[in-house]
């Protein structure tokens, strides 16, 4: 069984940072796609970055340049680094995990960002 537990979100000034983290507890972490996504009120889930198993990233057009995703195999955790941050970027972010031999998929309970002066 696999459980994603989400932390960093809170609220933060416009051009402020904030980082992500995402902790995976179950087995073969490295075996997963990581993703972050999110989703705003009355908004659907957008996805806004991903990193492969050999940390190979991409990113959301609106994001590029601004949030960097990585991840530490050694303790089985992905991060979302958010700079530039802009009150559009207010959103509950989601982890996701894909697991690419078997398809399975899991998501964390999310975290809330808020972009205000």
């Known amino acids: 069984q696999v459980q994603l537990v989400e932390s960093g979100g809170g609220l933060v000034q416009p051009e402020g940072s904030l980082r992500l983290s995402c902790r995976f507890y179950?087995?073969?972490?490295?075996?997963?796609?990581m993703h972050w996504y999110r989703q705003a009120p009355g908004k659907q889930r957008d996805l806004v970055a991903s990193?492969?198993?050999?940390?190979?990233?991409a990113y959301a057009d609106s994001v590029k340049g601004r949030f960097t995703i990585s991840r530490d195999n050694s303790v089985s955790t992905v991060y979302l680094q958010m700079n530039g941050l802009k009150p559009e970027d207010t959103a509950v972010y989601y982890c996701?995990?894909?697991?690419?031999?078997?398809?399975?998929?899991?998501w964390g309970e999310g975290t809330q960002v808020t972009v205000s002066s």
């Open positions: 996701n995990a894909q697991n690419f031999e078997n398809g399975m998929n899991y």
């Open positions: 179950g087995a073969n972490f490295a075996r997963n796609v």
């Open positions: 990193i492969s198993p050999g940390s190979s990233t």
